[in-house]
């Protein structure tokens, strides 16, 4: 059987066509392809070549339609037995091609070539034909008579038309050739065999038979030559006369044959017609002709069976017929055929059949069973123990996987385009989804994909194929990797391993193996390099650009990364990213991926290769980093590996598509769920856009990035050092606050950060920042103080309750190198999150506050007034005893402390350190710290002795108020202060009752914010404690006490010292203070005049009349004055003085006493303020307009001693 | 007898695909199958239905090949079955009736809310359920 048969095949003429001498392939090649374009000369064409030196048989030759056809038998073939039968079988030319630079001698390769001719009986036409010949062989070539034909050297038109006039001479000498063979034929009668006859014994009977037949098949034969020369007509003429004859004589097989050269006349002479009657007569005949070859078969029971005859003629029908719409006939004759192969002996026969039958079936459209008959070629073709038949076969298999859906990417051009097209846009997206899904399900006969598979592995393996072996094996593992056994897998593994020995290092393959690499997620930037958008129109560029609002994280845009289309991300020229992908090996067997980058085909991106080694049955998240190098967009269809020593691509769409198909259920198995890797959610590939430089602030604190560990109220400084790593400057950055706790950043230092810019790549700035550690437990740090003694139960240092330092900062305005002339592309500037962890401990805690007030009456003393001693130790435990007051430095025994208000804060401390507590008040300004008498009002620090408190205990800290007290009684200060009690209802009808309040509260504030309570523990750990609340509320309901000084200040001494300025009042005038009065033991003789004075001050801005009056009493308390046992004398008014006091000054009363008991007196002064104004009677809390105001001065005390 | 009986989806993915025969040719029954997929597609693509067999969906005998022959039948639904059988000859009307049983024990078998529309059919039901058809046709046809 011969290849690629058809009905026209009867009338070509084989030429075969030689190479001659060395001839490299590309020439040969190249020469080839220029004269297999001469399949067909026109007779019209070479009636000028062609000289008539007979009469011609071929009497109806169609000169004007007719032509000859040339089949070229490349590398020429073996003379068939069957060329007797069929003439057009026989090689009737030779054409040899030369290359004239490689075979400089032509005398040896004329020889070579009429050496070669002598293999070709059959041929009458030979030809050499040598291209480009040097002149020398030119000349040479010029003399010679021979077959030798030179085609000098010309451009490539020259050289085919000269080509073509040649082909045309080799017709016209065919033609000749013919002529006089048939002529020759037709007198002298001509002997044809077929091995048929060969093997009959010929009995006189047959003899006579066999010559009847002898002139049928002649007359058969020429018909064949009247085809071959171009000449329907007279072919069929012959055929008719054949056709008769071998009926006549029953010569079954050469009647069809003359009835199939007989179609085939009539194909030739209807040419390009194509209606149905002709169809139908050709159908006719051919059955008929199939049939006559079958009972040929039965005549001829011997070794050759011309049963291929039959299949042929069968496969010529069927190439006729072969369309859509007679494909059930088709079919037919085409499983008929495939059935015949059975009976074939000879196994290349059997194989031209399935060849043939399965391009029938492809020409037809019948993919799967071309497929079929494919595989059988492939299955006889490896059935030849040889390196060219496994070639064939993998050739052939690779055909086949197309219809199994197994095909190799290399192959699929369609898969190739489509990934390059990766990133097209949405609706190309859906139908790319749309047809691998559609393949998805195809790719469910996975019993015959895994054969085909296999059998293309074992044909590359032994046709020496590694790439097509390994890319076998990688197709089979990674598709079927279910269906095979943990030992099958091992076994693919290594036969991948060993056919990538074989291949050059760094080949590449099409089709991916393992593992199997889905992406995992873009990982955002680090809060270090946050990129924010600038918005050119604002100071403040960052606005609007960033989810704002308190949280980082807002739940409504945490949805918005699913949706594909808006996500995009920027990628900074030169700055690391990361992309995590998700590698899964669902083998039995150890993989090892030698290197995985990410595959960028925008170029612009410098991928760092990385290497995995994964586990059998597992799955792995690595992260695949890369520096973009060139701004523009980016895209990630998928990963380069390199993995069994060859390099492949990996698309993460085809993976996508694959998961996709095994959630439907299409695909045998998810393999990162077998791997026990979670389901993830399709993971959409942002828009990435590379943008140039931008500048990168690293930040980091000095002294450790790690936490501060901080005790409640602790006040530290931090540096924060920023340091630019990235190549352009730094011009603009602004510092924010954003998180919890923000109001535990005391200062930041703005003017530092400003100061430093433009900041250079590389330059660094330091930033000091101070904390103040907040209350523990308290989700508002406004809280009452109470809440925070029950909520400081252990340690909190959850990080999200630490303020974070927010800056944005941004380049310069356009990119460098770049006049940028419109505003539009403005480089985007960053953000920079520090966070400030901070840790806090519990630290001291507060339990209450609370006001004390104390009254200890002044002494009355003639002794000049003695320094005093600070004695820090009296304040050990906070606790001021009665006994000790005399020493006490913060008490003026002559002023005595009438009214002394005392805070008393109650503290614990819970923690293993100590605790050194200091309490300072500030004041409100430098005047005000001249009107103090206190020695430790300017020297807070100080001032008040330090107070220790130990582990596990509690004190109490005092701190008096005293010195808060106003220099005056002013109206102002008074209607501002004082309208809390709502006493003061007629000044206070222009305002609200809720704006009084307000500013009570305000100056309680006020005064709160004076007092600090700092501590301090180990060497560097110190704080304030936050306790306002807790004295705001102590003080409350006391504060116009403390606030507001009495109008009337009183005064007494012993005026036997009269030279001497000292002061005994408590009012906070006297400006002297470090003289500030202590009093002596001294103390008056009973039985003498003491002449005193009262002093009474005015501490309000009006005129004030009253009546002071001055009693003395006992130790009992009874009045020694008045009454009927008076123990004392006076001289002098005592009672009812009126007096007048002009505002801010102080008058002076003189009386004198006369003791005539030694003891304890009490003196006191009083008045009775007349015509009181709102002022006052505000400040005495009364509202009657009528009811007296009295003033009662604070006690002094007298010791009287015996005159002894 | 009948060798083999094939369920295909419509997107040509095989649903279901038992042979009943004892010798191993699976592999090769699979082969059959696969290809009278070309035969039905062709006479998909190309209908030539006209009047009374708009509705058909019974497609007759694919092709025959080696000793077998095989028939096909096509759902409303796309869903193709196919019957290899070694009988050579065979009444139409036999396989008809055969495809109209088996169609519903299929239907029934789709009907499984557990069966995921697709995948294929695994139900132990429809497997006895076939069988049963299968034997009955031997016997049906041999009467």
């Known amino acids: ?1204 | 007898m009948i060798v083999c009986i094939a369920v295909v989806g419509h997107q040509n993915n095989p649903l279901y695909l038992q042979s009943f025969t004892e010798a191993d040719d699976a592999l090769k029954l699979h082969h059959i199958v696969h290809c009278s997929l070309d035969v039905i597609d062709e006479r998909v693509n190309n209908p030539k239905k006209t009047g009374s067999t708009l509705n058909e969906t019974y497609l007759g005998l694919l092709y025959p090949t080696e000793n077998y022959k095989v028939y096909g039948y096509l759902t409303n639904t796309k869903v193709k079955f196919i019957l290899v059988t070694t009988h050579l000859d065979v009444r139409d009307a036999d396989v008809r009736n055969f495809f109209r049983r088996f169609h519903s024990a299929y239907v029934d078998a789709v009907s499984n809310p557990f069966h995921v529309p697709g995948k294929k059919i695994t139900s132990q039901t429809f497997a006895e359920r076939v069988s049963t058809i299968v034997k009955s046709f031997g016997l049906s046809s041999a009467v």
């Open chain 1, 1 to 1204: 059987m011969e290849p690629d048969v058809s009905i026209e095949s009867g009338c070509m003429l084989r030429i075969a066509v030689l190479p001659i001498g060395t001839v490299p392939q590309a020439q040969l090649r190249d020469y080839v392809s220029m004269l297999v374009r001469h399949r067909k000369v026109e007779l019209s064409a070479i009636s000028s070549f062609y000289t008539e030196h007979q009469k011609s048989p071929f009497a109806n030759q169609p000169w004007d339609t007719g032509s000859l056809r040339f089949k070229f038998m490349v590398g020429g073939s073996p003379p068939s037995p069957w060329e007797d039968f069929q003439s057009n079988r026989k090689i009737l030319a030779v054409i040899g091609i030369c290359h004239c630079p490689s075979s400089p001698d032509l005398d040896v390769v004329a020889d070579q070539f009429s050496i070669v001719c002598k293999n070709y009986t059959s041929a009458v036409v030979q030809r050499c034909f040598a291209f480009s010949p040097g002149d020398a062989q030119l000349e040479d070539g010029g003399k010679r008579g021979d077959n030798l034909i030179l085609f000098p050297p010309a451009d490539r038109q020259t050289l085919e038309f000269h080509l073509l006039t040649m082909m045309q001479d080799i017709a016209a000498s065919l033609l000749m050739e013919f002529e006089k063979w048939v002529l020759r034929a037709e007198s002298a009668g001509t002997i044809v065999k077929t091995p048929l006859d060969s093997q009959a014994s010929l009995s006189s009977e047959e003899v006579i038979k066999a010559k009847k037949r002898r002139l049928g098949r002649a007359q058969k034969t020429i018909g064949d030559y009247c085809l071959l020369a171009g000449s329907p007509v007279d072919a069929n003429a012959h055929y008719s006369t054949a056709l008769e004859l071998a009926r006549l004589t029953g010569d079954y097989f050469w009647y069809a044959g003359a009835l199939e050269g007989s179609v085939c006349a009539l194909l030739i002479d209807r040419m390009g017609q194509k209606d149905p009657a002709l169809e139908e007569e050709v159908k006719y005949r051919y059955t008929s002709v199939i049939l006559h070859y079958k009972k040929s078969i039965q005549d001829n029971a011997q070794r050759v069976s011309p049963l291929s005859f039959e299949l042929e003629a069968t496969l010529k029908l069927a190439r006729f017929l072969c369309r859509r719409e007679l494909a059930k006939e088709v079919v037919d004759l085409l499983m008929t055929a495939a059935d015949g192969a059975k009976y074939l002996i000879d196994a290349s026969d059997r194989l031209i059949l399935y060849v043939e039958v399965a391009r029938l079936f492809g020409t037809l459209g019948y993919q799967r069973k071309a497929a079929f008959f494919s595989r059988q070629v492939a299955q006889l073709y490896l059935q030849q123990e040889n390196n060219l038949a496994a070639i064939s076969a993998m050739q052939v298999l690779a055909m086949t996987t197309k219809a199994y859906r197994v095909q190799s990417r290399a192959t699929n051009s369609r898969l190739l385009s489509l990934s390059n097209e990766t990133g097209s846009n949405l609706a190309d997206g859906g139908k790319m989804q749309l047809q691998s899904v559609v393949s998805l399900f195809e790719s469910q006969w996975s019993t015959l994909q895994m054969v085909v598979l296999r059998e293309i592995l074992q044909a590359s393996i032994r046709a020496g194929d590694p790439l097509a072996a390994w890319s076998a094996a990688a197709r089979l593992l990674r598709s079927y990797y279910p269906l095979i056994t943990p030992a099958g897998q091992s076994g693919l593994a290594s036969a991948l391993a060993t056919s990538a020995e074989r291949l050059p290092s760094g080949t590449r393959c099409a089709d991916p193996s393992l593992p199997f690499i889905r992406l995992h997620s873009f990982p955002v930037h680090p809060s270090q390099m946050d990129i924010v958008k600038r918005n050119l129109g604002r100071e403040e560029w960052w606005v609007g650009s960033a989810p704002s609002g308190p949280f980082i994280y807002t739940p409504f845009s945490k949805g918005e990364p699913n949706d594909g289309s808006k996500q995009e991300l920027i990628w900074v020229v030169g700055e690391p990213v990361e992309v995590l992908v998700e590698l899964a090996n669902p083998c039995g067997f150890d993989l090892m991926v030698d290197s995985i980058y990410l595959s960028v085909q925008s170029g612009n991106f410098d991928a760092f290769p990385i290497s995995v080694s994964l586990p059998p049955n597992s799955a792995k998240i690595i992260s695949l980093s890369g520096i973009p190098t060139s701004v523009g967009p980016i895209t990630i269809p998928g990963c380069i590996v390199h993995c069994f020593g060859v390099i492949t691509r990996h698309l993460f769409k085809d993976v996508d598509n694959l998961l996709l198909g095994a959630a439907q259920g299409l695909v045998l198995s998810d393999p990162f769920r077998c791997c026990g890797s979670a389901k993830l959610k399709n993971v959409s590939v942002p828009n990435i856009s590379v943008v140039p430089s931008l500048p990168l602030l690293v930040s980091h604190v000095i002294g450790g990035d790690g936490a501060s560990i901080l005790y409640e109220g602790e006040i530290r400084d931090v540096w924060i050092s920023l340091a630019n790593a990235g190549s352009v400057p730094v011009e603009q950055a602004h510092v924010s606050l954003s998180g919890k706790n923000q109001d535990s950043v005391i200062s930041i230092s703005y003017e530092t950060l400003k100061s430093a810019l433009p900041l250079k790549p590389g330059a660094e700035v330091t930033l000091p920042v101070t904390l103040k550690a907040w209350q523990l437990g308290l989700v508002d740090p406004d809280n009452t103080a109470g809440k925070s003694i029950s909520g400081g139960a252990g340690r909190v240092s959850k990080d999200g309750n630490s303020p974070m330092l927010v800056i944005h900062y941004s380049g310069p305005l356009e990119y460098p190198g770049k006049t940028s002339t419109n505003g539009s592309v403005l480089p985007p500037g960053r953000r920079l999150v520090v966070p400030l962890h901070i840790c806090v401990q519990q630290g001291l805690s507060f339990i209450k506050a609370r006001l004390l007030s104390m009254e200890i009456p002044a002494h009355i003393s003639e002794n000049f007034p003695q320094p005093v001693y600070l004695r820090n130790n009296s304040a050990e435990e906070g606790i001021i005893s009665e006994s000790k007051t005399e020493r006490l430095v913060k008490i003026d025994p002559y002023r005595g402390s009438w009214g002394l208000h005392l805070l008393e804060l109650e503290l614990s401390n819970p923690t293993d350190v100590v605790f050194e507590i200091s309490v300072s008040v500030q004041l409100e300004s430098a005047k005000d710290e001249d009107i103090s008498t206190f020695i430790d009002h300017d020297a807070a620090d100080f001032g008040y002795p330090k107070t220790r408190i130990d582990r596990d205990y509690s004190a109490r800290v005092l701190i008096p108020l005293e010195h808060f007290k106003l220099p005056i009684l002013d109206g102002s200060v008074f209607a501002k202060d004082s309208h809390a009690d709502g006493s003061f209802s007629n000044r206070s009808s222009s305002f609200t009752e809720k704006n009084t309040k307000a500013e009570l509260n305000t100056s309680i504030k006020n005064l709160v914010s004076r007092i600090k309570v700092r501590w301090q523990s180990g060497r560097n750990s110190s704080g304030e404690l936050s306790i306002k609340d807790a004295i705001q509320a102590a003080l409350q309901t006391s504060v116009m006490d403390i606030l507001l000084p009495d109008p009337l200040t009183f005064g007494f001494r012993l005026s036997e010292n009269g030279s001497q300025q000292v002061a005994m009042l408590d009012s906070s005038k006297e400006s002297d203070i470090p003289v500030s009065s202590s009093v002596s033991k001294g103390s008056v003789l009973a039985h003498e005049m003491i002449p005193m004075e009262v002093l009474v001050r005015n501490n309000t801005k009006e005129i004030i009349r009253m009546s002071l009056s001055i009693t003395c009493r006992d130790v009992a308390g009874e009045n020694c004055i008045e009454g009927s046992k008076s123990t004392v004398l006076w001289a002098g008014v005592l009672s009812e003085i009126q007096v007048e006091v002009s505002p801010l000054q102080e008058i002076k009363h003189s009386f004198s006493l006369y003791f005539l008991l030694p003891g304890e007196y009490t003196l006191a002064a009083a008045a009775v303020i007349n015509d009181a104004n709102d002022v006052l009677r505000a400040r005495a809390r009364t509202d009657s307009p009528d009811e007296p105001i009295f003033c009662c001065g604070p006690p002094f005390h007298i010791r009287v001693i015996g005159s002894a």
